[in-house]
């Protein structure tokens, strides 16, 4: 609630806010001017909290003296209004998105640096988004599958990051040993038949080489005579329960480590706790 | 971390990794230092894409991991880090520049993929080379190096934190992450590889029909299954060591714009000299003699012992204090102020935003109360010579944009009259009274540079997001055009492959209309605008960074 309010407040509140980034500084700046001379002042400063404090007296001190001109502190001359001139308007909405400038801008920089630079960031645009870093997120499906799109789409090479420089948390389990046994079984496997029937397995490895770490385990057991693939899928089988289990017993290990934490409340958690908060507010 | 530089952090990580890695990224900037659990809760986002992502962006660098104690292990985004992406162009021209062809490959590919071994990075980069050189010539794996080595010597990449080596006689479960340690002794030392080879051509599908190169193929990849020498040493851009050389090349390009040439030979010379023996967040360089540096100076460059004394003398003498002398020995010991110099470059971009916002009066009225330090509004009046009505304005309109600020003060201040500077305050001098009424209270403009410098930076941060923000608008709303002439480009470039005829040719090229061209046209322009914006307002960034950081840390 908080954060949709702030997203949404009225200009005047956003004037107020524009005091407050200069609460450090000075308090005798134009908006707060605006601030002296908006009628409703009282109302506008209770939908903010949080105000500096120096707005709050000003609104005590225009209070007790009644609203007017008569309600400065302080000489206006001494600021350079003179006696009976008008007062700047109240402003009351936001400023323009596009506001216009007095000035117009200078033209860029131009130049061989420059325009190399200009072609190495929209090239780099275009690289980065065939890098396997570049996660996509998995579209939903279209009604009408559109023909061009097959192939549009890019292939990446695949990225295996060194899970020794990694916690131990970020491996993915099961693709890890999948993945371990599978680099063996692709050496057997090219070593055995390289010598008889070098094309077919060219074409396989092309194959795999396009498809996912899963189906290339799946794939390599398909090759396999029927009794070892049994063997195979068994072991897999078990290795899966057996992961599954740890995974199990991890999430239960840190269920109470979670509760223990909370438990032994030292405090800190609960100022993170709020600061959080207050960072949403601020949306 | 304001909400300017989180936006633009955002827009970053989504460019470069897409959505999901962005969304875990930014809530981690928001939120500081957390475990795995408690970012796949708050993101809702599935297990397993968080951990890709936070793989991502370790290999990036983005983000660090931390052991707490009870064995969680926090994650903490590098949100400096995370904005140094927008300089990825600059380093890499700047590779270009100084490594040519090659530097510029290297640098490239280590930002683009935040780390690699060495090994890996010579193959990639010779493979990429040899693609771009004429048929039947490759590219040395022994070149590569040997450029790799000149950058790692000049301290351009530097190694990543090893994995701290466990022996495997330790009893107990394994750490739930690795430890890494950074070797000082080792940062910029190079592997021994004897890496023989030359890169490879990428063969298109037709180029296979031969068979040949075919049964070569698998061979390569069986060949990376071998032990790398260089296994778990990696590098990655020395993001510091550009910044040092941007900075240096602006000190130069100052001290040329301001005297002449030669001077700022002199200056690129004494900064080339102090490159290494200096660290790279001192405010002054070692002091040179200018024996030295007469000796160091360019060949080919020929000027006297004696114009060198009298260019240096002059340099110490600039009132912008970019060359100091500090001491007369060895014929007298320079040394150049690199804080200083920062604070000059900073001052004076400030001076040039003010004279290009608000005209060239409000920049007299600027470097007025810049120069004097601190001023009343009647002494701006007059000082500055402009009508009362018009200073005043003007003086607000930069006060309400906080270039300009306002002191409050009742204390009694001595004013020197020559100055106008404050020479004295005791503690008589308190006032009695500690409100703030108006006829015991002097309202005194000043410029806070830091402060000015800071909000500056800001709206940099903010321009640069605006900037981002209007260019994925204006290819969005050209998606169907764009698409359809990249089909155009592509089936085009594919019939004269086939050697298609000029009139074919010509049929599909009308296939884009005349004004679907302009608008083409158009589009192209107004891209190729804004993206050069981003990276000139990142050199302003650049500046006020570094002016920021060295005045902090004189502090």
């Known amino acids: 609630m908080a954060a949709l309010r702030a997203e949404r407040a009225s200009p005047a509140v956003e004037s107020v806010r524009d005091c407050r980034s200069l609460e450090s500084g000075s308090f005798l700046s134009l908006p707060t001017f605006r601030l002296l001379f908006c009628p409703s002042l009282e109302a506008l400063v209770l939908s903010e909290q949080n105000l500096p404090t120096f707005l709050v007296q000003l609104v005590a001190m225009a209070g007790n003296k009644g609203r007017g001109r008569a309600a400065y502190t302080f000489n206006i001359e001494a600021v350079g209004f003179n006696r009976g001139e008008k007062l700047p308007d109240v402003v009351l909405k936001p400023p323009p998105l596009f506001p216009d400038t007095d000035y117009k801008p200078v033209p860029l920089k131009t130049g061989e640096g420059e325009d190399y630079m200009l072609a190495l960031k929209q090239e780099l645009r275009e690289t980065v988004k065939r890098m396997p870093y570049f996660i996509e997120t998995p579209e939903e499906k279209e009604d009408i599958e559109r023909y061009s799109k097959r192939y549009m789409k890019v292939y990446k090479e695949e990225w295996i990051p060194d899970w020794r420089r990694l916690p131990r948390e970020m491996m993915p389990k099961k693709k890890y040993k999948k993945a371990g046994s599978k680099s063996k079984k692709v050496d057997n496997t090219s070593k055995d038949t390289s010598l008889t029937n070098t094309a077919d397995v060219l074409k396989k490895i092309e194959e795999l080489e396009k498809r996912g770490d899963g189906e290339k385990s799946d794939e390599e057991n398909e090759e396999k005579e029927g009794s070892k693939e049994k063997n195979k899928e068994g072991d897999e089988d078990e290795e899966d329960d057996a992961v599954e289990q740890e995974e199990y017993d991890e999430e239960e290990h840190e269920e109470e480590n979670d509760y223990i934490n909370s438990y032994f409340d030292n405090g800190e958690d609960f100022g993170a706790d709020s600061d959080d908060n207050m960072d949403e507010a601020t949306y | ?555």
Not at chain 2, 112 to 130: H, I, Y
Not at chain 2, 135 to 161: I, N, W
Not at chain 2, 262 to 283: G, H, K, N, Q
């Open chain 2, 1 to 555: 971390m304001t909400q300017a530089e989180i936006k633009l952090c955002s827009l970053l990580l989504q460019e470069h990794f897409g959505e999901i890695v962005e969304k875990i990224g930014v809530h981690l900037i928001r939120t500081g230092s957390q475990p795995i659990r408690v970012i796949v809760h708050d993101t809702r986002t599935s297990l397993d894409q968080v951990k890709k992502a936070l793989c991502v962006l370790i290999q990036h660098n983005l983000v660090i991991y931390q052991v707490h104690r009870r064995g969680m292990v926090e994650y903490e985004a590098q949100c400096s880090r995370v904005l140094r992406m927008l300089r990825y162009p600059r380093y890499i021209y700047t590779a270009k520049t100084l490594y040519n062809d090659t530097g510029e490959l290297i640098v490239e590919e280590l930002l683009l993929n935040g780390k690699m071994t060495m090994s890996a990075l010579v193959k990639k980069v010779a493979d990429r080379l040899t693609e771009t050189m004429e048929d039947g010539k490759t590219m040395d794996y022994a070149e590569v190096s040997c450029t790799f080595v000149r950058l790692a010597d000049t301290h351009f990449v530097q190694r990543c934190p090893l994995v701290h080596a466990t022996e495997n006689s330790d009893p107990g479960p394994p750490p739930p992450a690795p430890t890494l340690v950074i070797n000082e002794k080792d940062m910029f030392l190079v592997p021994k590889l004897s890496l023989i080879g030359k890169g490879k051509r990428r063969r298109s599908s037709e180029d296979d029909a031969t068979g040949e190169p075919k049964a070569k193929r698998p061979k390569h990849t069986t060949d990376n299954k071998e032990p790398i020498p260089d296994d778990g040493i990696y590098w990655q851009a020395n993001l510091d060591r550009f910044h040092q050389h941007f900075r240096d090349q602006a000190i130069v390009s100052a001290v040329a714009n301001r005297m002449d040439q030669t001077s700022s030979e002199i200056v690129r010379t004494m900064l080339r000299m102090s490159e290494v023996t200096t660290p790279s967040s001192a405010p002054f360089t070692q002091p040179l003699s200018s024996n030295e540096i007469f000796r160091s100076l360019p060949v080919g460059y020929n000027i006297s012992k004696q114009v060198l004394d009298q260019y240096l003398t002059l340099l110490a003498d600039d009132p912008l204090e970019f060359v100091g002398k500090s001491g007369d020995s060895g014929g007298g010991m320079y040394i150049i102020n690199l804080h200083k110099a920062l604070g000059s470059l900073a001052t004076a971009s400030l001076e040039s935003v003010v004279q290009e916002r608000f005209g060239s009066r409000c920049a007299r009225i600027f470097r007025l109360v810049l120069q004097k330090k601190h001023l009343e509004q009647k002494q701006v009046e007059d000082f500055a010579m402009i009508p009362a009505k018009e200073a005043k304005d003007m003086l607000y309109k930069m006060l309400s944009e906080n270039f300009i600020s306002l002191q409050v003060t009742n204390n009694v201040i001595i004013i020197n009259q020559q100055s106008w500077t404050r020479v004295r305050e005791t503690p008589e001098e308190i006032p009695k009274t500690p409100d703030h009424a108006p006829s015991r209270t002097f309202y005194l403009y000043t410029v806070n540079i830091l402060s000015a410098a800071r909000m500056l930076l800001h709206r940099c941060y903010k321009s640069i997001a605006n900037l981002i923000e209007r260019r994925q608008f204006e290819t969005k709303e050209n998606k169907r055009l764009l698409e359809k002439s990249q089909r155009v480009e592509a089936i085009i470039a594919s019939m004269q492959a086939t050697g298609a005829e000029a009139a074919q040719l010509q049929e599909i090229e009308e296939m884009i209309t005349a004004p679907e061209r302009q608008q083409l046209e158009t589009l192209k322009h107004n891209v190729n605008k804004l993206d050069a914006s981003e990276i000139q307002v990142d050199e302003t960034i650049f500046l006020l960074e570094s002016y920021i950081e060295s005045t902090m840390k004189r502090q």
